[in-house]
C-alpha cells in the first residue's frame, strides 16, 4: 500500500470519527434518546431534565468526556461491579504498554529504520507516493549493527510486559478475593450444581417430553402475546384478534399448568439439580470432591447466580453436553477456517474492472481518482468489517449449545472464541497469504514460521495500519451511538408513540469488544520494533476506547453477571502469546538480516516468558477457579453474628427455579390461582 | 542386516535363553540360594526345605513354570498387593493384542508381503543371505490392491486395542475401588500433608539449619555402624574400632538427642506438616479445597504410607520444589538428547579395522567368521544394553530431586521418564539417521514426519528383531537370576559366613521393567503391518515375561508400597500413543505406496483415537486421582462400627515421624532413656 492510500484511509477514519464525536456530543444531551444513551441515569432518576428547549443542548459540549477519565475505579466497582473495573485495567494496561513502546519505537527505532539505506529506490522528494517500508525495519542495513536497538528494545518490552502482567494478576486476584469479602451472603455462593444425576432408565424419557412439551407450550403464547400490542393492531381487526388469542392463550395456560403439576407432584426425575449448603465451605468442599466413583456422573460445579443460569441445557446429561463441545470445537474450526472464503468472493466484486461490466453507469464515477482510491482501498476493509460483525454473534450462538450452565460462562467462551478467530483471519491470514490449506500447512511445519513470518509481517503494517483506523477508531466510536438499540426505538416512537424502558440496562457485549482490544494489545505487541510506526495509531486508539468504553459503563451498561474479574486469565493468556509470537518474529527477522547472533541471543526470552507463565499459572490461576478455605471460612463465621442470616436461608430455598416452571400470567382472566406448583428440593 | 546375521542373533540368544532357564530350574531348588531366589517362602517359613542331598534337586524341572501360569489374580492380590495384579495385566493385555496381530499379521499379511513381487532382487534360491525386506511391506507393488489388506488390519487393529484399552481400564478402576473398599483402616487415608506453610521469615532459617544438621548427624553414625561388621572387622583391629566407633557414637547421639529436643521443645516450625483427620471425607474436603489464598502456600497433597514418605524434601518450599522440578525437565531432555553420543563412540570401537589396528593380536581371531559377525552384530547392541542399564537409577535419582514426598511418586514418574527415553533413543534414534538436532528438526516439521518415519521404520524391522531377543529374551530370563543380590550374597558368604536375611523382600523395580513392556507393546503395535516378522518374537517375550515376573512376585518380591493400580494411565497413554504412531506411519507408506486413498482414509482413525482417548480422560482417570464421596463415606460408615476404631486414632497420632527425629539406638550404652521427643501435632 503505498502511503497516499493510507493517509487516504486515514483521513476518512478520522474526519468520520470527528463528526460522530461532534454528533454525539450534542445528540447524547436531547431528552427523545436518554432512553438509549443514558438509560441507567435515566433509571437513578438523575436525568430527568426538564423537556424545555435551551440552546446549549444543540452545542456539543466534551464534559463527558471529562467525566470518563474521571470517574475513579471505586466509582465504577459500585455502579458496574468489578467485571468492568477490571475491563478498564484491560485498557490501561495496554495504555501502558503502548505507551512504552511509542517512546522507544517512535523515538529511537523509527528514526534508527529511516535513516537505513537498505531500500536505495526511495523517492524523498515524493514521500507520499513511496512505501511505508522505509519506516520498517526492512529499510536497515543487513547485518548493520543498528539492529542491535531493536534487539535491546525486544527484551525491554518483554521485561516490562511481564512485569506488568504480574502485577495486575496480582492486583486483580486481590482484588477478587477482597470483592468477595466485602459481598453480601449470595444464593450462588452457598450453592453447587450437580448435573448428570443417575436416574432409572423409564422414567428418563417420559420426563425429558415433559419438559420439550413444556418448553414448547412456553414459548407458543409468549410469541402469540407479543403481536397483538405492536403490529397487530394497527389493523383494526384487533378486538377479534386479541379475543382469539386470549382464547387460545387460556387452554394453553390450562395445559402448562397440568404439565407443571406434572412434573412436581408426581416426583418425577430430572438429570441436575441445584444443592445449597448453610455454609460456603460446605457447598466448596462438596464441589471439589468427585461425588460418584463413575466421574461422568453427579458432576458438581459452581453454581451462576440465580439470573445468570442459561436454563435450556439444564438438565443435559454427560454425554450429550460431551458431545456438543466436540462438535462445537469443529464447527469453530471450520468457521475459522473457512470463512475468508465468502470475504475474498465479495471483496473480488469490489474490483474496478468487475463492477464497470457489472454497473456499466457507474463508469464514469468509477474514474475519479478519488472515488477509485475509496473503492479500492476501503471498500474491501469495510465488507471484511461487515462480516467481522457477524461473528460475535455466531460464536455466542455456538457456545450457548455447548453444554455451559451460565450466561457469563457463554460469553466468556465466546470471548476467547472470537479472540483466536480474529487471530487467526485477520493476522495470520493477511501475513501469511495464499490458500486457507496453504496456511494451515505452515504450521505443520513450525521450523520455517519464524522466517515466513519475518518476511510478511512487516510488509502488512500498512494494511494494519488501515485495519486499527477503520475497525478501532470508527467502530469504536460509532458504539457510542448503539446503533440498533436507537433504530429500535426510533421504529416503536413512530409507530407506537411508545416509549417503555424495555432497553434499560442491557449487559456489557464482553465477546464482542474484549477480543478487539486484545488483538490491538498483539499488534502493538508484535509490530513495536518492525514497523513503530503504527504505534500513535494504536495509542489514539487505547484513549478512545477508555473514553468509550468508561462512559457506555457509567450511562448504558448495568452488570447482569458477575465473574469477579475472571476475564482476566484470557488477558493473560493472550499477552503471553503476543510475547512469543514477537519472539519468533524476532528470530525470523535478525536472521534474515543477516545478525545470527541477535537470533540466538533473542531464544532464553521465549523460555523465560513460558516460564514466567508457568509460575503466573501456579501462583494466580487457581484464585481464578474457586476461592480459598481461607476466604470461604471467614465469611462464614461473619454470618454467625449477622442477624440477617436466618431470612436469608429462607429465601435460598426458592432462589433457582426454572422460568419455564414458574407460574404465568399473560390472559386476561385472572381468577384462578396462579401460584408457583414447584415445590423446593 | 541379512537374514544369516539375524539368525545367528537370534540362535545366540535362544541358546542363552535356553541355558539360562535350565541353570535356573536347578539353582533354585539349592537351598543355599533360597535367600536369594525364594526369599518370601523363606521368610514365610514355606521353604525351610531339609537340606539333605537329594539327586532330584540337582535335575532343571519346570514345576514353577506351571506355578507361574495358574497362580490367580487373588492369590497374586493377597500376596503382592493391586500393583502386582495390575502390572500381571498388562503384560496378559499386550499377549492378547500381540495375539491378535499374529493371526492376522503371519497369516495374511505375511504372505501377502511375501507374495508381492516389488524387490526383484530376491534370491529365493539362498534366502538366509538375503534382506529381510521381502517379508515387508515394502515387497508389495506400489498402488497395489493387495495393500488393502494391510489398510484393514489398520483399522481392526485400532477396533480391537481401543476395545481391550477401555475394558481394561474399567476393570482396573473396578478393582482400585473395591480394592479401597475392602481395605482396613490405614493412616495414609486419614492424612494429608500440607506444606509451604507460611511461617515467619527469622525461624525459618535456623529450622532449615538445624534440619539439615540433624540429617548430617543422622547419617554419620549409621555409615560409621555398617563399616565394622562387615569389612573393618576382617583385619583384627576389630576390637579398638569398634570402642572408637562406639565413643563417637556415643557424643553423637547425644548431640542429635540436644538438637531433637531443640527442635520439638522450643517449638520450632517446620515448613511442612502431616494432618490426619478422624474421617476420610474430612481429609479428601481438606485436600481438594485451596487452602490458602496464596496457592503457592498451605500446598495440600494425600499423604502416602507412612513408610513410603520419602524425607529428605518433606519441608522443601513450593518454589525450591519448582525450580528443581525444571532443572531436573532440562536434565531429561538434555540426557536424552544427548545419550547417544558416548554410545555411537563406544560402538565405534567395535568397528572390526579398528580393533585390528588397536589390539593387533585379535586379527586372527577376528578373521573367523563366526566371530566377526558376533563382534559386529552382537557386540554393538551389547554396548547399547550396558549403557541402557544405567539409566533407570539415573532416572530414578533424577526423579528423587524433583520434589515427590513418596517413594511411589518417584518410582512413576521416573517410569515415565525410562519410557519417553526408551522410545525416543531406541525407536526414533534407530529409525530416523543423522545427528541428535538433524532428529530434533524433523520434529518441528511434523507434516514431513509420516513420510520420512514411512520410509526409514520398515528398514528397521531386523534391528528391532535382534533388540528384542538381546533385551527382551535374554535380559529378561537373566533377570531370574538376581545377578546383582546373588554376588552379593556369595561375598557375604565367602567373607563372614552370615546369612542374615537383608535382602529379604525387596521392592519391584517397576520404573526398570514396565518402560521395556511398554516399549514392546508400542514395537509390536507399530510393526504389525509393516513387518509381521516381528510379532512371533514379540509373543514368546511377553510369554517370557509373563512366567518370569508372575514367578518373581510369589517368590522374591514384596508391595514395600501400594499405589493400587496407579500405573495403569502410563500403560493407556502409552498405547494410544503408539496407535497414533501406527496411523502416521500408515499415512506415510500408503502415500509412499501410491495408493493415496487409503492415506486419506486412514485419517479418521487418530481423530477418534483421540477422541475415545479424551472420552477416557473424563471417565476413569480421575479415578486414579482420587477417591469419590460416594466410596469415601460408605468407608467412614463401616468405621462407625468398628471396635478398633479408637485404638486405630490412638495409633494414627504417632503413624508419620521423620526418621531423623526417632531415638537413635546404636551406641551400646543401653541405660539411657530413648524415647522419642518428638511432640505429636
Chains 1, 2 share one sequence.
Not at 212 to 230: C, G, N
Not at 473 to 499: D, Q, V, Y
Request: hydrophobic fraction near 45%; aromatic fraction near 14%; charged fraction near 15%.
Amino acid at each position: 500500500m503505498l502511503v497516499s492510500a493510507l493517509l487516504t484511509s486515514v483521513g476518512i477514519n478520522f474526519g468520520l470519527c470527528v463528526l460522530f464525536w461532534t454528533l454525539y456530543s450534542s445528540l447524547r444531551k436531547q431528552p427523545a434518546n436518554y432512553d438509549v444513551y443514558a438509560p441507567r441515569l435515566l433509571s437513578d432518576g438523575q436525568s430527568q431534565g426538564s423537556s424545555t428547549f435551551r440552546l446549549e443542548r444543540l452545542l456539543p459540549t466534551p464534559d463527558w468526556v471529562r467525566r470518563a477519565w474521571q470517574s475513579s475505579e471505586e466509582e465504577l466497582l459500585s455502579s458496574s461491579g468489578l467485571d468492568a473495573v477490571v475491563f478498564m485495567r484491560i485498557i490501561t494496561f495496554s495504555l501502558r504498554v503502548i505507551t512504552l513502546a511509542v517512546v522507544i519505537g517512535v523515538f529511537i527505532l523509527l528514526p534508527v529504520n529511516f535513516s537505513g539505506d537498505q531500500l536505495h529506490d526511495v523517492n524523498f522528494a515524493n514521500l507520499t507516493s513511496s512505501s511505508l517500508d522505509i519506516f520498517t525495519i526492512s529499510n536497515v542495513k543487513d547485518g548493520s549493527n543498528r539492529l542491535w536497538a531493536h534487539f535491546c528494545a525486544v527484551y525491554l518490552l518483554t521485561i516490562f510486559v511481564c512485569f506488568l502482567l504480574y502485577h495486575e494478576y496480582k492486583y486483580v486476584s486481590s482484588r477478587r478475593i477482597s470483592y468477595f469479602l466485602s459481598s453480601k451472603p449470595q444464593p450462588h455462593q452457598f450453592t453447587i450444581l450437580v448435573r448428570s444425576v443417575p436416574v432409572s432408565a423409564g422414567i428418563t424419557n417420559d420426563t425429558k417430553k415433559l419438559y420439550k412439551r413444556l418448553i414448547h407450550l412456553q414459548r407458543e403464547p409468549t410469541a402469540s402475546k407479543s403481536q397483538p400490542s405492536s403490529f397487530f393492531g394497527l389493523f383494526g381487526a384487533k378486538d377479534d384478534l386479541v379475543d382469539h388469542y386470549e382464547k387460545k392463550l387460556e387452554d394453553l395456560e390450562e395445559n402448562v399448568r397440568l404439565v407443571q403439576s406434572d412434573v412436581s407432584m408426581a416426583g418425577e426425575e430430572v438429570r441436575a439439580a441445584f444443592v445449597s449448603f448453610k455454609s460456603r465451605y460446605g457447598a466448596a468442599a462438596a464441589l471439589h470432591i468427585q461425588q460418584a466413583d463413575n466421574p461422568t456422573q453427579m458432576v458438581a460445579e459452581q453454581a451462576p447466580e440465580p439470573h445468570d443460569v442459561y436454563w435450556p441445557l439444564f438438565p443435559e446429561s454427560f454425554m450429550r453436553r460431551w458431545i456438543s463441545q466436540l462438535i462445537v470445537i469443529v464447527a469453530c474450526i471450520l468457521l475459522t477456517a473457512l470463512f475468508l472464503i465468502p470475504v475474498v468472493v465479495v471483496q473480488g466484486l469490489t474490483n474496478l474492472s468487475q463492477l464497470e461490466i457489472w454497473l456499466p453507469f457507474l463508469k464514469s464515477i468509477l474514474n475519479v481518482a478519488f472515488v477509485s482510491q475509496v473503492v479500492t482501498g476501503y471498500l474491501p476493509s469495510l465488507i471484511l468489517q461487515l462480516f467481522l460483525m457477524m461473528i460475535p454473534p455466531i460464536m455466542k450462538f455456538l457456545s450457548s449449545v455447548q453444554g455451559h450452565i451460565s450466561i457469563s460462562e457463554i460469553i466468556k467462551s465466546a470471548c476467547n472464541k472470537v479472540l483466536w478467530f480474529t487471530i487467526w483471519n485477520i493476522y495470520f491470514a493477511n501475513v501469511l497469504s495464499g490458500s486457507v490449506f496453504s496456511q494451515i500447512f505452515i504450521f505443520l511445519e513450525p521450523k520455517n514460521v519464524p522466517a515466513r513470518l519475518a518476511v510478511a509481517v512487516p510488509a502488512q503494517a500498512s494494511f494494519f495500519i488501515a485495519y486499527v483506523v477503520t475497525s478501532g477508531w470508527t467502530s469504536t466510536t460509532l458504539e457510542l451511538f448503539r446503533l440498533i438499540p436507537l433504530i429500535c426505538s426510533l421504529i416503536r416512537k413512530c409507530f407506537s408513540g411508545n416509549t417503555n424502558n424495555e432497553l434499560k440496562d442491557p449487559a456489557f457485549p464482553y465477546h464482542g469488544v474484549l477480543p478487539r482490544v486484545l488483538f490491538f494489545g498483539l499488534l502493538g505487541i508484535t509490530y513495536f520494533f518492525l514497523a513503530p510506526l503504527i504505534l500513535p495509531f494504536l495509542l489514539v486508539y487505547f484513549c478512545l476506547a477508555y473514553t468509550i468504553y468508561s462512559n457506555q459503563f457509567i450511562n448504558v451498561y448495568a452488570p447482569l453477571y458477575e465473574t469477579a474479574g475472571k476475564f482476566w486469565p484470557i488477558v493473560h493468556n493472550s499477552m503471553i502469546f503476543s510475547l512469543l509470537l514477537m519472539h519468533a518474529i524476532a528470530v525470523g527477522i535478525f536472521t534474515l538480516k543477516k545478525l545470527p547472533l541477535a537470533s540466538s541471543l533473542v531464544f532464553p526470552l521465549p523460555v523465560i516468558t513460558l516460564i514466567f507463565n508457568a509460575y503466573c499459572r501456579k501462583r494466580f490461576l487457581p484464585i481464578f477457579v474457586a476461592y480459598s478455605a481461607e476466604t470461604l471460612i471467614k465469611k462464614d463465621r461473619e454470618d454467625i453474628n449477622d442477624a440477617t442470616t436466618a431470612e436469608f436461608f429462607n429465601k435460598l430455598v426458592a432462589a433457582y427455579q426454572d422460568p419455564a416452571l414458574l407460574p404465568m400470567q399473560y390472559s386476561s382472566d385472572s381468577n384462578r390461582e396462579r401460584t408457583s406448583l414447584l415445590s423446593p428440593v
